[in-house]
């Protein structure tokens, strides 16, 4: 029997679930926006809120869903993954009070803390923004300043890297924050590592190294992400032998902790000299992250949530040993004064190597159009990084005017600067 499955969402990301979900199964999308790529691949594409969840739930049911996966966190948080499952649609996708680890960082700390979860940093949690105000004035080292809920990854502030801590106070007084937490600054090299995670049971995939400063050389603000790359090998070129498993500890300590969590959990660590620490986990693929893992996950995806469903063992997943890089195509002036309005031409070839994956786009009548936010990304797949940024720098070719890339990331020139600044933070 065919498995019809509804996927939640219709970003990036969205489109890279598609792409694994739709040759296996029949296919069914809702979103707050039409994207184009998701469209071309499902039977019905419905226009709903990603936190309708009663309207989810009876389009679910309308087209005869087996099984839901919801991609954005807003839908988590919202508890669409709890109406569907009330509804007697399992969905591949924590419930609300499980996906508190993503949607609520006060909680994910205190949460690790209690239950002594490996790479914890030094933290403390205010709802007084006086308090932590003197809190910054008296802490002896940098901080990062992270809003305790859902920022979609741009509320962040370290203290020492984008903000003094004058700044960082006039950030606090003028935010209107209900809650923060203030967490040691964590210097080092950033990854990810998104896990399978059903019954107990966990699947890893290979480390991503996402980039969120907007422009080239990690300058400017903090992004919803501008690309990242993977390598042939679980690990990344920066990492040490052993990092990446010490990395994977962590992720099992959680699933450990939380036996109810279904899903993806996403952990993005700081590799630093005493090895990995948390930053966040994320109740959800990572975007860009699922673009670089589900292109080349060898292993059906369907497999894995009609084993989460049954109770089954998940099955073992088989990766294809390939680099990939991938580089999104933003409207000019994003994220502060983003411009909308560009026609997107782009055309990628793909028998050459490279997938195109729509994000955030207008589809009117006479063609596809940027919006504010991230508008599509190249991910070029090879046998090594450097071969997958030529890949999707060839594919960008062509992109057209009003867009911004970061062509620096997946290059040789920037993976060093990685590799040499982990050897120097070594002392090696």
Not at 216 to 227: L, R, Y
């Amino acid at each position: 029997m065919s498995e019809t499955v509804l996927l939640v969402g219709g970003g990036g990301r969205e489109h890279a679930i598609a792409r694994a979900l739709a040759p296996d199964c029949d296919l069914y999308a809702c979103a707050s926006n039409r994207n184009p790529g998701i469209a071309a691949l499902a039977e019905g594409f419905e226009t709903i809120s990603e936190t309708a969840a009663e309207d989810i739930v009876a389009y679910a049911e309308s087209v005869g869903a087996t099984l839901a996966i919801v991609g954005p966190e807003s839908g988590l948080a919202a508890g669409v993954a709890d109406a569907l499952d009330e509804a007697g649609i399992y969905t591949f996708g924590p419930q609300a009070a499980e996906a508190r680890i993503e949607t609520d960082k006060a909680f994910q700390r205190q949460f690790m803390r209690d239950e002594e979860i490996p790479g914890n940093p030094d933290f403390a949690t205010f709802d007084d923004t006086e308090a932590a105000c003197d809190y910054i004035d008296d802490y002896d080292g940098d901080l990062a300043v992270k809003p305790a809920g859902l920022t979609g990854g741009k509320g962040v502030k370290v203290i020492g890297d984008q903000v003094t801590p004058a700044e960082a106070k006039a950030y606090l007084r003028d935010s209107g924050y209900e809650r923060v937490v203030l967490e040691e600054r964590l210097v080092g090299e950033e990854f990810t590592i998104q896990a399978f995670v059903a019954d107990g049971e966990f699947r890893v995939s290979p480390a991503v190294q996402d980039h969120k400063r907007a422009y080239e050389g990690d300058e400017g603000p903090n992004t919803g992400g501008m690309g990242s790359y993977t390598d042939v090998s679980p690990s990344l070129p920066f990492m040490a032998d052993g990092d990446y498993e010490a990395a994977v500890e962590v992720i099992e300590a959680v699933v450990e902790a939380l036996p109810e969590y279904k899903g993806i959990l996403y952990g993005q660590f700081m590799l630093t000299t005493e090895g990995p620490k948390v930053i966040e986990f994320n109740a959800r693929f990572g975007d860009p992250e699922a673009m670089n893992t589900l292109p080349v996950l060898e292993t059906p995806f369907i497999d894995v949530l009609t084993a989460a469903r049954e109770g089954e063992s998940l099955p073992e997943l088989d990766f294809t040993e390939a680099a990939t890089v991938c580089k999104y195509a933003v409207p000019e002036g994003y994220p502060t004064d983003p411009e909308a309005g560009a026609e997107i031409t782009v055309e990628v070839d793909e028998d050459a190597g490279a997938l195109l994956f729509y994000a955030s786009v207008d589809d009117r009548e006479d063609g596809l159009y940027t919006t504010t936010s991230r508008s599509f990304a190249v991910v070029g797949v090879a046998d090594s990084i450097t071969e997958a940024e030529e890949l999707a720098e060839d594919a960008l070719v062509d992109a057209g005017e009003g867009f911004h890339i970061r062509h620096d990331i997946g290059t040789a020139a920037l993976v060093q600067r990685r590799i040499d600044h982990m050897a120097e933070l070594r002392g090696e």
